[in-house]
């Protein structure tokens, strides 16, 4: 459970700083500031998933409420308007709690309002609740809702829609531009139709793009307060609402408190059991492809290949959830192209996937490996093979993007194929042309992995063995940099045959120890954890450049320009710091002092998960200190990885 009282929201400023999120299980979501501010063009209480978990759609994007007693009125709202804040209804909050969703307590004279909001697993439908404790007479609630029907990526004008509603006695249908949605409450609507304008959001006037738009009210929801308790909601869903009373509502609320609350039963650390609870909220349904998926980050990541494998172990394996993760692999499984495993499927399912990635594919391997060794599942790896096969022969003999095994046995590629893809217009931010030393930790890896696996299925996989074994003599010459003590992070051979190795020192080299086949000798292994640990190490991940670096980039703020330049060059990712447990664990022989250095490690990002989005982790953090967050409020890899490190390593070990 998380509690804010008002001296963590004295102003605006800092109201805004702290986000929550909940979502629905098939890629939509609830969203917004913890002082009830929308920030963000994805801020809302309604983000609906219309072909899930994408073509995600702003339809509700808040509910101001009113508090009239005689001729008087409170606001409980806030929004920024241009040049200022306006309703300040941040003043009347007493307290935000979170447990496990959003509760916002709120006080008028003798008049306490506790609103909470949830959605419906596996439906789109947001719920907000009120529960309004009343000592007065002659008092009445007004519910405002403002509403839009656009891409969560957009904002948009009141000049280029045109909203239609439907009205009865307790709600609407609201339509624009083909879409609908309903709104449903035990209260009376009053259909009216204005706009709000110029409703401006702070963060991504920040992030340097659109920040102002224009918001709809179709009309108001009101109800004569009785002295006593008092209950209130309103359901907002693309589903047909038929009449629902308060049991209704506690029937939906109840089911979806106890679904969560068996999430990380049985877990030692609050930390890590908050922490199986949100990595919930990753795993989605697909409808295209029929199976289970996981969503890269919110707000606006869809479901990316090398961000699901990745996750995968420490969103479904750690935590028990064995057919989800069976359910994704097979859904990737069926997406593969020519040995490709999809980079990212569309944020419409109009356009096909991308396929430009060089390490997704050898991430699925590694996952099926995991898989199977978590859950012994010989039927599914043995179905998943056929996809195994078709991934080494073509990174063997070539597929898309001039990936292609050289005739050492690495594996050499095009650029902007690694995670490190950046690219702003024509410009590689982080040009990695050519063989990189984390690819073909991944792809020694998945040799071995598959030899492990053909021979548990009865499948000959000597040529997986001789490859791998190619591989490894070739590696330490191809990429050990005897000056700094570590790998060379890529070699390019450039059109005159002229050879370049990159001695930037990044964290892509610690999965040459991380990953459970490396080829390294432990000296080695060793001395690239120490160059790691000094140079990219920090309380909340790795630096992906070091800090003496010419091209290093302290912080990761201003326009997407700046942002894309500093993504990769400095700008520090938590979910390598699984590797880095991984690897630090391993070159110092889990001893109990390392044992107790990387317990604190994981455990540092305790206060983070009350920092920024509440009860989970950022997409990254800047390079220097105070290591302020960016991105993605939440992200899937920064929560798998970290769960994955402590229960593999903490939890595990307590049971074995």
């Known amino acids: 459970m998380y509690e804010f009282k008002p001296a963590d929201f004295l102003d605006y400023e800092s109201g805004i700083k702290k986000e929550w999120i909940i979502t629905n299980g098939i890629g939509g979501y609830a969203s917004s500031s913890i002082i009830g501010a929308n920030t963000r063009t994805y801020h809302g209480l309604l983000v609906a998933a219309l072909n899930p978990p994408v073509d995600r759609t702003l339809m509700l994007s808040s509910i101001d409420e009113e508090i009239h007693i005689n001729d008087k009125f409170h606001e409980l709202a806030t929004h920024r308007f241009p040049m200022t804040v306006h309703p300040e209804g941040y003043g009347y909050l007493k307290r935000v709690s979170f447990n496990p969703f959003p509760a916002f307590e709120y006080q008028t004279e003798n008049i306490k309002i506790v609103k909470q909001i949830f959605m419906e697993h596996g439906k789109n439908t947001t719920i907000t609740s009120y529960q309004i404790t009343c000592d007065i007479d002659n008092a009445t609630l007004k519910l405002i809702p403002l509403v839009n029907l656009r891409n969560f990526h957009h904002t948009i004008k009141s000049g280029n829609i045109e909203f239609e509603q439907d009205s009865g006695k307790s709600g609407t249908k609201i339509t624009g531009k083909g879409t ?12 009216e139709g204005t706009w709000y304008y110029n409703v401006e959001y702070d963060i991504e006037r920040y992030r340097g793009l659109e920040y102002q738009e224009d918001n709809y009210n179709p009309g108001f929801f009101e109800i004569e307060l009785e002295k006593g ?8 869903s693309t589903n047909e609402i038929s009449k629902l009373e308060k049991d209704d509502i506690d029937g939906i609320y109840y089911r979806e408190v106890k679904r969560i609350k068996s999430l990380g039963s049985g877990l030692n650390e609050d930390f890590i059991s908050c922490l199986s609870k949100t990595a919930d909220s990753f795993v989605v349904d697909r409808k295209s492809t029929e199976s289970k998926s996981i969503i890269a980050g919110y707000h606006w990541f869809s479901d990316w290949g090398r961000d699901a494998m990745i996750s995968l172990p420490g969103l479904t394996l750690v935590t028990g959830r064995f057919d989800d993760a069976s359910s994704i692999l097979t859904g990737f499984a069926d997406n593969c192209k ?3 495993i999809p980079n990212r499927f569309a944020d419409t399912d109009e356009n096909s996937p991308d396929y430009n990635t060089v390490d997704a594919s050898l991430w699925f391997i590694h996952a099926v490996g995991k898989y199977l060794e978590y859950t012994g599942d010989l039927e599914t790896v043995r179905n998943l093979w056929g996809t195994i096969a078709e991934i080494i022969h073509y990174y063997i003999h070539g597929t898309s993007f001039n990936i292609r095994m050289d005739k050492d046995g690495l594996i050499k590629h095009d650029g902007q194929l690694t995670w490190m893809d950046a690219k702003v217009g024509d410009i590689e931010v982080t040009p990695r042309k050519g063989k990189t030393c984390e690819i073909n930790a991944l792809w020694y890896n998945a040799l071995k992995t598959a030899s492990s696996i053909a021979e548990k299925l009865g499948i000959q996989h000597k040529e997986y063995d001789n490859t791998a074994e190619m591989a490894k003599n070739n590696f330490i010459d191809a990429f050990w940099n005897e000056k700094d003590g570590c790998l060379f992070d890529c070699i390019n051979i450039d059109d005159y045959g002229a050879v370049n190795k990159d ?4 964290s892509n080299q610690i999965f040459a120890v991380s990953l459970p086949y490396t080829m390294l000798p432990s000296d080695k292994e060793m001395m690239i954890v120490e160059k790691v640990e000094q140079d990219l190490l920090t309380p909340l991940g790795l630096r992906t450049l070091s800090p003496n670096n010419e091209k290093y980039i302290s912080r990761y703020q201003g326009d997407p320009y700046e942002r894309d330049f500093a993504y990769h060059n400095g700008t520090v990712w938590p979910w390598l710091i699984g590797p880095f447990i991984s690897a630090y664990l391993k070159v110092n022989n889990n001893s109990a ?6 317990h604190s490690l994981l455990l540092g990002f305790e206060e983070h998960l009350k920092e920024s989005g509440i ?19 939440s992200q899937a890899w ?14 595990r070990f307590k049971k074995s």
């Open 503 to 506: 001695p930037s020192i990044r």
């Open 180 to 191: 609908s949605f309903n709104l449903y409450s035990n209260a009376k609507y009053h259909p």
């Open 338 to 340: 020519y040995g490709l």
């Open 229 to 236: 308790v008092n209950h209130v909601f309103v359901v907002a």
């Open 615 to 633: 009860g989970t982790i950022s997409e990254v953090f800047d390079g220097d200190y105070p290591h302020n967050p960016g991105g993605c409020i």
């Open 593 to 598: 002092e390392s044992r107790k250095h990387a």
């Open 638 to 651: 920064s929560v798998a990885e970290i769960l994955r490190a402590y229960i593999e390593n903490f939890e």
